[in-house]
């Protein structure tokens, strides 16, 4: 009897040892250290990742709280994360499931947690997400998959709803991923153009993918589609006709100018893709010339009416179809003939 009741009398004293010690040795995790996104750092990614680093001291933390907030105290959170601890390691990065407002100040913290307690959070930092990206652009012409384009292309696209453009990059290659080193068009052009004519000619008789990339300070949207078009033979469009389209269309003059300008054309063969006129039994060719703004949009028809072969000009002054007077700035002008588009550029200045 006496045995026994020294045994349970050893059993507890042994369990209050281990009670004791628990209670001796058992500690809280202490305050964690932030690393990214770095205190009153700009233009921080609106998709951010955040990264800290436990502290050495103190216990394991099991888990973290992430408070991100508008409000400098981390009252009414956008983001109040529960982050388990499932790696033996000193830095912790976790990526938020939601996106943050962009061009927003944030407050941020973390606080370490464990069975025996939980540490303070670590001292508040501050961040400001960037602008958002803008958003991809729908590809207007050429058309996807466009055959019997001319070697001069215009290439015209639209903004879509999104952040702000900056500029856009343009991109032409024979390769059906047109990225750079594959392009052999690599420019960019200000974010107020919405259209771009080639200076110098594409290859005929080839396939080639174009795309555009628009750009702000937040960076780049490469998720954006890429659309195929074949160019045409300009010489040998049948055994009996040759033309030089690039001498179908002279450069204007002046260039700059204001407050008109003067832009020659030539109608080389009038057997090819032509009608009489009614008022002549001479052969004609029906020729058009378009003015656009550098949105593409069509601003004058400067010229739609038959032409017999020779050289031939016309004068804008500078208007629209209604008269008014444009703005200065950047324009195009093309001129259509025999199923042939050649563009060129010109400047208006006040």
């Known amino acids: 009897m006496v045995r026994e009741e020294y045994m349970r009398i050893k ?17 809280a995790p202490e305050i964690v250290v932030l690393y990214y996104p770095q205190n009153e750092m700009t233009g921080v990614f609106y998709q951010n990742p955040f990264l800290w680093r436990r502290n050495e001291k103190g216990g394991t933390p099991t888990h973290f709280q992430l408070l991100v907030s508008i409000n400098e105290n981390l009252t009414e959170p956008d983001l109040d994360e529960t982050i388990q601890n499932t790696e033996e390691s000193y830095f912790y990065y976790y990526s938020a499931h939601k996106d943050l407002k962009t061009n927003t ?94 200076e110098r000619p594409l290859i005929q008789n080839t396939k080639y993918f174009w795309k555009i990339i628009p750009t702000n300070e937040s960076g780049t949207n490469l998720n954006c589609l890429v659309f195929s078009f074949t160019t045409r033979n300009e010489t040998s469009i049948n055994d009996d006709t040759s033309l030089n389209i690039t001498e179908n269309l002279v450069q204007n003059f ?57 050289k031939h000009s016309v004068v804008w002054n500078g208007t629209d179809d209604k008269g008014d007077s444009v703005n200065s700035g950047i324009y195009f002008y093309r001129m259509n003939s025999a199923g042939f588009s050649v563009t060129k550029k010109m400047m208006m200045i006040k």
């Open 11 to 27: 059993l507890l004293l042994f369990m209050l040892l281990v009670l004791l010690s628990m209670i001796l040795f058992a500690e």
């Open 105 to 198: 100040k944030f407050y941020w913290s973390v606080k370490a947690i464990n069975d025996d307690g939980a540490s303070e959070f670590a001292p508040i930092w501050s961040f400001t997400t960037c602008k958002m990206l803008p958003a991809s652009v729908t590809l207007i012409t050429p058309e996807q998959g466009a055959i019997n384009v001319s070697p001069y292309p215009t290439l015209r696209w639209s903004k879509n709803d999104g952040g702000p453009v900056t500029s856009y990059q343009i991109l032409i290659s024979e390769y059906a991923n047109p990225l750079p080193p594959n392009a052999i068009l690599n420019t960019s052009v200000d974010s107020s153009a919405l259209i771009y004519v080639l």
């Open 254 to 310: 002046p260039n700059p100018f204001n407050p008109e300008t003067t832009i020659q054309f030539e109608v080389q063969n009038t057997e090819f893709g032509i009608y009489p006129s009614k008022s002549s039994s001479k052969a004609f060719q029906r020729v058009t010339i378009d003015i656009f703004n550098i949105k593409g949009q069509r601003v004058r028809t400067l010229v739609n009416d038959e032409f017999e072969h020779g």
